[in-house]
């Protein structure tokens, strides 16, 4: 079965869905006030900024330095420059002030967790992955009252990083917080059981997915994924004639995995009868699906139904494989006469992948038929293919004797 990727669908979702909200914007890392001689400042500052972000940073990186590092006052200079950094996206700027209202160890333990996580916003969009991670180890874990977006963005963190169990232990505990689903934390999940080859758990998460918004055409592609790789072909099978009512999964490659599907279920009758209907819509079919049909055919001893559906594959396509296969079961029912003709149709269309096997066997079917000189011309071809010494001695010998029976004996 064809199958895209599932854990690179589920996992760009997840960070689509982080993207839309990773701008870090720290409300505020005190729950104080300073003083007004500062406020005023701040305020003085906020005007300049209009004029000019650069002097505005640097009237508070001048109003940070006349000021206690661990005073409020210093907190609220710090974040009024972290939100215009942010503002000018410059975001390696607006690490140092970040870090050093984390450092101070004075804010509460809800609003150091919110700098914990802008700072770690940062670092991701700055691709800065492994610091990420190390900021989040180094103050979230073991911590029992993480807030569930906190929960999630670490989630993110340790899936990336190759921690699916980890990654899934977070989602489980943002879940819990949550009195609504949250389409994000499931995709998570989702995505860190197939990591773990948990295909079936993984397989409910999407269903919920589909729950949430059944107009998903990458779920539907997901949930066939997972039960086939689960094993559980019928949930497979079930879940495209689900997506098919909806409009979606209705292309080749899908009809395809279906009939694999249904082959892979020993539901050869179905499977025929599904193939054959494509076959008569579709003009434009693959080699693998006209083997398919045949092969459901002998799988139910229809032997003439595959020879016809061959038949019809030779006449309407270009590949050299199809009268090779003919061949070989011509040769079978010891049909000589159509074992040479396809050979040599099968030749006419392309390079074969097996030429020396095929032209011994013509040469074969050439001696049968009593005609020396067909014979010959197949054998010189055999071996200039690089065809097996002793099966070309034999076929010598076996024209030789052909020439000699063909040959009137003179008294």
């Known amino acids: 079965m064809r199958r895209s990727n599932p854990l690179t669908l589920l996992l760009a979702l997840a960070l689509l869905s982080i993207s839309s909200s990773a701008r870090p914007s720290p409300d505020s890392i005190t729950e104080s006030q300073p003083a007004t ?19 505005a940073i640097l009237r508070l990186e001048r109003l940070e330095a006349s000021l206690d590092p661990n005073s409020i006052d210093n907190a609220y200079a710090k974040l009024a420059r972290i939100q215009i950094l942010l503002a000018d996206d410059r975001f390696e700027e607006a690490i140092e002030p970040l870090q050093a209202a984390i450092d101070t160890q004075t804010l509460s333990p809800a609003t150091q967790e919110r700098a914990i996580r802008s700072l770690g916003q940062i670092y991701y969009q700055l691709d800065r992955s492994n610091d990420l991670l190390a900021l989040f180890d ?24 190759g921690r699916s169990e980890q990654a899934l232990e977070s989602c489980a505990r943002a879940i819990a917080k949550q009195d609504t689903p949250n389409a994000t934390l499931y995709q998570i999940s989702a995505a860190a059981l197939q990591e773990l080859e948990r295909y079936s758990e993984s397989a409910r998460f999407i269903e919920a997915l589909l729950e949430l918004d059944p107009q998903d055409a990458s779920l539907w592609d997901q949930i066939v994924a997972a039960h086939y790789r689960a094993g559980d072909l019928w949930a497979a099978y079930g879940a495209i004639q689900r997506a098919q009512k909806r409009g979606f999964k209705n292309d080749p490659a899908t009809q395809t995995s279906e009939a694999e599907i249904l082959y892979e279920l020993e539901q050869y009758a179905v499977c025929a009868q599904f193939l054959e209907n494509r076959i008569d819509q579709d003009d434009d079919i693959d080699k693998p699906t006209w083997m398919l049909l045949v092969y459901s ?38 049909d000589y006469e159509a074992t040479y003709n396809h050979i040599a149709r099968a030749s006419e269309k392309g390079p074969l992948a097996k030429p020396a096997n095929a032209w011994t066997l013509a040469t074969a079917a050439a001696i049968q038929l009593g005609r020396p000189s067909d014979a010959e011309q197949s054998l010189d071809k055999a071996r200039k293919a690089g065809a097996d010494p002793e099966k070309i001695a034999r076929l010598e010998k076996s024209i030789k004797l052909l020439h000699e029976r063909s040959t009137p004996s003179r008294s």
């Open 138 to 161: 180094q103050h979230f874990s073991g911590e029992e009252n993480l807030e569930a977006e906190t929960l999630q963005f670490y989630a993110i963190a340790q899936l990336q990083a």
């Open 297 to 334: 055919y002998d799988q139910q001893n229809l032997s003439r139904q595959a020879i016809e559906t061959l038949q019809r594959a030779s006449k309407s396509t270009p590949w050299p494989e199809i009268d090779l296969q003919l061949a070989d079961r011509h040769w079978k029912t010891k």
């Open 37 to 55: 001689k500062t406020l005023i400042a701040l305020r003085e500052i906020a005007d300049l900024q209009e004029e000019s972000v650069e002097q």
